[in-house]
C-alpha cells in the first residue's frame, strides 16, 4: 500500500470498474455433466469503505433522492432492539443499503423507463418479518430524479440495531459466471457428493469454494446459508426472479479474492488462487460491516410478470 494511503483510500481508487478475478480452475460442466445448464452469470458486487455519493452505485452510500418524496419512515409496532428498551410510537427512519446505477451493472435489466435502483431498510429487528430489517425498494430514472434531486441530508434512525447499519461503501460491479451451491437440483448433491469430495482429494480445492459464491451480488444464485426458500409471487403465482443479495460475508482469501486484493508477499505462481490470501493492509475496509444474524443474508426477489415489478425477500442467518 502506497504510503500516506488508508484502506478506504484504495478501496476509492479501486472502484472504478470491474475487479480482476482468477479464472475458474476447472471446466465445471466437463467434470459434472450433470451440472450442465445450471451456470448463472452473477455480477459480484465487492463493497470496500469509502466515500461514495449521491451520484455513484454504493452500498450504505447516500442517495439520490426526489425532493417531493418524503423519507421513509417505518411504524411498525414490533420492531423492536434486542436488549433495549421499547422503541415507543415516533417513527423510525429508514438508512440506506444499496444504490446502483444501470451504468455500472449492465447484466442487471432495469424496468422501462428506469436505470437506477435503490434499496433502504428499516434498522431494526421485525418480528413478523424473519426477524429482520424491514426493507423497501424503488426503481428510478436517474434523470428525473437528478433535475430535482433533494440537497439536504436525510434523518437519522433515533434509534436502531448496529448488525443493520451499513457503513458507506463504493462498489465494484464484477461479472462472473458461478454454478449452485443450496440451488443444486434435488437429489443431486447427495448423487456427487463423493465426486466433489474425490475432486478436492485430487486437485486441492472445493467446488463450493470455486464455483459457487455467498457474497453481495446481483443476480446469479442467492447466498443462502440455509436451505433455499424461494418465494413465488402473490399476484400471479410464478417463482419470483434473484435479484440481489445483501450478505454478511466477502471473501479474503480463496478463488473469489481480487487478484489485486492479494498479499503482495504471496508468490503468485506458487500460490493457487483457492488458497490466495488478502492484503492484511486492506482488509479493514473488505464489506459493509454488518453481521446481519450469524453470517447470513437478506435476499431480494422480483416478478418481472405483473404490473410495477411486485418484489418481496428472504432472509436467513
Known sequence: ????????????????????????????????????????????????????GPGDSSIGGPLLWPTDEPWPMCAEPDHYKPL????????????????????????????????????????????????????RLHWRSSALTAADAAAEQPPRPHTAEEDFLPRPCTV???????????DLPEGLGELLDERFEALKEERGYDYFEVATTRQSKVGGYPGWTQPPDWPDCAGCGTRMEHLLSVTATEPGMGRWLPLDDRDPRQDEAAVPSWQAEADPAALDAFGHDMCLGDLGGVYFFICRVCPNTPYTHRFDC
Not at 106 to 112: K, R, S, T, V
Not at 172 to 182: H, I, K, Q
Open 1 to 52: 500500500m502506497p504510503s500516506g494511503h488508508t484502506p478506504q483510500d484504495i478501496a476509492h481508487a479501486r472502484s472504478t470498474g470491474p475487479r480482476p478475478l482468477a479464472p475458474m480452475p476447472f471446466e465445471v460442466e466437463a467434470v459434472f455433466p450433470e451440472l450442465t445448464g445450471t451456470a448463472r452469470e452473477v455480477t459480484l458486487l465487492y463493497p470496500r469503505a469509502g466515500q461514495p
Open 172 to 182: 465494484s460491479p464484477t461479472p462472473a459466471v458461478e454454478y449452485p451451491n443450496w
Open 84 to 135: 433495549s428498551a421499547p422503541v415507543g410510537p415516533e417513527p423510525v427512519a429508514m438508512v440506506p443499503v444499496v444504490q446502483l446505477y444501470a451504468r455500472d451493472v449492465p447484466g442487471l435489466e432495469f424496468p422501462a423507463g428506469t436505470d437506477l435502483l435503490q434499496i433502504l431498510w428499516c434498522p431494526l429487528v421485525h418480528m413478523d418479518d424473519q426477524y429482520a430489517a424491514n426493507p
